[in-house]
């Protein structure tokens, strides 16, 4: 059995025990066996390992968890995000234009686009990405897209409820049928999550429920897009079914707020639905960012994510939305940090990432900086070093 240990870290970010949220510990060390962490601890004290990472003094966290992306797609829409810049709103109806592209592309070709961006965002730290179907729309393009999203990452969603294809544009309710009957049963294999875009001009409430019991019923766990482009009763439907996560949240009442809160576990360990914040949403479509203070002060678990789609987010960059979120929505830097990773992990309902503990993933990301706040401090500026995956360095 070869061993690995990291060793001479300046700033060691557990997510677990030690100083503050983070769980920091000061010239530490990690021991790595068989892609899990076995022991963490004084760099002076490590243990003897077949192998040694020299982190050189500098800082090292968990790998990002990206608990929000939709990778499958064919084409770009640059050009509707110039006529954004240049003042045209954001109605969420360019997706149809992404759809025709994705049905129209090879298995290749998708595939060539979902490898490409999860190497982008690897490169960039995250170890961990959630992958949603959504652009095929038909029963074989949504169970395609899904088999191809299968192949980069065990953290697939089934989202066939993305908007009502042109086809059904007179006819939604059919459209539900198809999405809860053969669609559903077409992606089961391949999905671990089911999700539906509940919004004006996608889906009301009433179908996403239908949508989401349905999901639920085949054994899939439960997400929502809820809140995003005005208020709406997305949220607390998402609480209402015991979704993981709730993702957006830009246009939040209190009876959303305190609906979040209520899923608060007993131990003081934060909600059991989380609400995932996808700041570059709003810095792609100029919008105003979702109110993180009043989230994190009433208690809800937060995470960040990056929202990676063709539309209206066109980034892999954890570190960026870290960023943003400090920057524009008032969180510390180390609550950016914690909702990027373990809270993250939350939002997908894992234990075993996010967090640099004794049997966790050996997930982690050395920065070319000494210290996780230079994440925040230095926006723009690529800080990833080295990134381990499993233990190894891809
Ligand atoms: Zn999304």
């Given at each position: 059995m070869s061993s690995l240990l990291v060793d001479n870290i300046g700033e060691l970010v557990t997510n677990g025990a030690g100083e503050g949220p983070l769980g920091i510990r000061r010239n530490a060390a990690v021991l790595v066996e068989e892609g899990r962490v076995v022991w963490v601890g004084p760099s002076a004290y490590a243990p003897a390992a077949d192998r040694r990472l020299d982190a050189g003094g500098a800082a090292v966290l968990p790998g990002f968890v990206d608990s929000h992306a939709h990778l499958v797609f064919a084409g770009d829409r640059a050009a509707e995000f110039a006529a954004r810049m240049a003042g045209q709103p954001y109605t969420g109806g360019g997706i149809r234009t992404t759809v025709g592209a994705t049905r129209a592309a090879t298995d290749n070709e998708l595939r060539a686009t979902v490898r490409r961006l999860r190497g982008e965002a690897l490169r960039q730290g995250t170890t961990t990405m959630e992958i949603k179907s959504g652009y095929g729309l038909t029963v074989a393009d949504?169970?395609?897209?899904?088999?191809?999203?299968?192949?980069?990452?065990?953290?697939?969603?089934?989202?066939?409820?993305?908007?009502?294809?042109?086809?059904?544009?007179?006819?939604?309710?059919?459209?539900?049928?198809?999405?809860?009957?053969?669609?559903?049963?077409?992606?089961?294999?391949?999905?671990?999550?089911?999700?539906?875009?509940?919004?004006?001009?996608?889906?009301?409430?009433?179908?996403?429920?239908?949508?989401?019991?349905?999901?639920?019923?085949?054994?899939?766990?439960?997400?929502?897009?809820?809140?995003?482009?005005?208020?709406?009763?997305?949220?607390?439907?998402?609480?209402?079914?015991?979704?993981?996560?709730?993702?957006?949240?830009?246009?939040?009442?209190?009876?959303?707020?305190?609906?979040?809160?209520?899923?608060?576990?007993?131990?003081?360990?934060?909600?059991?639905?989380?609400?995932?914040?996808?700041?570059?949403?709003?810095?792609?479509?100029?919008?105003?960012?979702?109110?993180?203070?009043?989230?994190?002060?009433?208690?809800?678990?937060?995470?960040?994510?990056?929202?990676?789609?063709?539309?209206?987010?066109?980034?892999?960059?954890?570190?960026?939305?870290?960023?943003?979120?400090?920057?524009?929505?008032?969180?510390?830097?180390?609550?950016?940090?914690?909702?990027?990773?373990?809270?993250?992990?939350?939002?997908?309902?894992?234990?075993?990432?996010?967090?640099l503990i004794p049997g966790a993933r050996a997930d982690l990301v050395v920065l070319d900086a000494p210290s996780y706040l230079h994440l925040a401090y230095r926006p723009g500026v690529p800080l990833i070093r080295q990134v381990m995956r499993n233990g190894v360095t891809p």
């Open positions: 949504e169970a395609r897209s899904l088999r191809i999203a299968a192949e980069s990452s065990t953290e697939t969603t089934f989202l066939g409820a993305h908007v009502v294809p042109a086809e059904y544009a007179d006819r939604p309710d059919d459209y539900v049928s198809l999405v809860c009957g053969p669609m559903l049963a077409a992606a089961t294999p391949y999905a671990k999550w089911v999700d539906v875009f509940c919004e004006r001009g996608a889906f009301d409430v009433d179908h996403a429920r239908a949508i989401l019991a349905c999901g639920q019923a085949a054994g899939l766990g439960v997400r929502i897009h809820a809140n995003q482009l005005g208020p709406g009763a997305g949220v607390r439907l998402g609480v209402e079914l015991d979704a993981a996560s709730v993702d957006h949240c830009t246009h939040l009442s209190d009876a959303d707020v305190d609906a979040l809160a209520g899923t608060a576990h007993s131990d003081g360990s934060g909600t059991r639905t989380v609400a995932t914040l996808l700041p570059g949403a709003e810095f792609s479509t100029r919008s105003p960012y979702p109110d993180a203070r009043r989230l994190l002060d009433a208690g809800v678990t937060v995470a960040l994510a990056t929202d990676c789609n063709p539309g209206s987010s066109y980034t892999s960059s954890m570190p960026f939305c870290v960023a943003l979120a400090v920057r524009e929505m008032r969180m510390t830097p180390a609550e950016a940090v914690w909702a990027a990773t373990a809270g993250g992990a939350r939002a997908l309902r894992r234990d075993d990432i996010g967090v």
